[in-house]
T-cell receptor, first 113, second 112 residues
Framework: KAGVTQTPRYLIKTRGQQVTLSCSPI?????VSWYQQTPGQGLQFLFE???????NKGNFPGRFSGRQFSNSRSEMNVSTLELGDSALYLC????????????FGPGTRLTVT | EDQVTQSPEALRLQEGESSSLNCSYT??????LFWYRQDPGKGPEFLFT???AGEEKEKERLKATLTKKESFLHITAPKPEDSATYLC?????????????FGQGTRLTINP
């Protein structure tokens, strides 16, 4: 079974631009969560989607948004990029709300210059 | 607020030298505690889930234990390939189905 895939793997953007990251969960998994990982803050929860609905949201500004499609694939968008948005963005999928085990993708390394 | 603290931040061991990593947590109601391994440039790899105090799980040279306040990841006779960052995370009851709160991790280096 293929794992969680994320595209692109690496991205360089300029301050003020916007970016869209994509995540394809493991086949059959319906829950997708997004995390931001930085050296200073570690792994921080962004948001979670299940059946195309946002179920939970972390403490991030409104510039961070996401969505989930009917095939469970998910995208996250960051508008008006800031230097501090440079991070590894990780996507994790799980079978459903009752299944606790989350499987992470390799991440997208975003650099904002 | 749910919180996870891992210690030490970094640990350097000789091959075969056993040790333990600590994860202290505060959570309103524990739904599950997770251990992940993360190699540089990669996403976290799932190791264990523990649900209640007293529970233990083992996988090769790793053994995870759980009390009401902390979890330990015991590494027995480690090998250089066990070098990685080990992350601990908790999931609370009734606060969104999947949100994980992570510790800062322990960076483990095993010297041959």
């Amino acid at each position: 079974k293929a794992g969680v895939t994320q595209t692109p793997r690496y991205l360089i953007k300029t301050r003020g631009q916007q970016v869209t990251l994509s995540c394809s969960p493991i086949s059959g998994h319906r829950s997708v969560s997004w995390y931001q990982q930085t050296p200073g803050q570690g792994l921080q929860f962004l948001f979670e989607y299940f059946s195309e609905t946002q179920r939970n949201k972390g403490n991030f500004p409104g510039r961070f948004s996401g969505r989930q499609f009917s095939n469970s694939r998910s995208e996250m968008n960051v508008s008006t990029l800031e230097l501090g948005d440079s991070a590894l963005y990780l996507c994790a999928s799980s079978f459903g709300l009752a299944r606790l085990k989350q499987y992470f993708g390799p991440g997208t390394r975003l650099t904002v210059t | 607020e749910d919180q996870v603290t891992q210690s030490p931040e970094a640990l350097r061991l000789q091959e075969g030298e056993s040790s333990s990593l600590n994860c202290s947590y505060t959570v309103s109601g524990l739904r599950g505690l997770f251990w992940y391994r993360q190699d540089p440039g990669k996403g976290p790899e799932f190791l264990f889930t523990l649900y209640s105090a007293g529970e233990e799980k083992e996988k090769e040279r790793l053994k995870a234990t759980l009390t009401k306040k902390e979890s330990f990841l015991h590494i027995t006779a480690p090998k250089p390939e066990d070098s990685a960052t080990y992350l601990c995370a908790v999931q609370a009851r009734g606060k969104g189905a999947q949100k994980l709160v992570f510790g800062q991790g322990t960076r483990l280096t095993i010297n041959p």
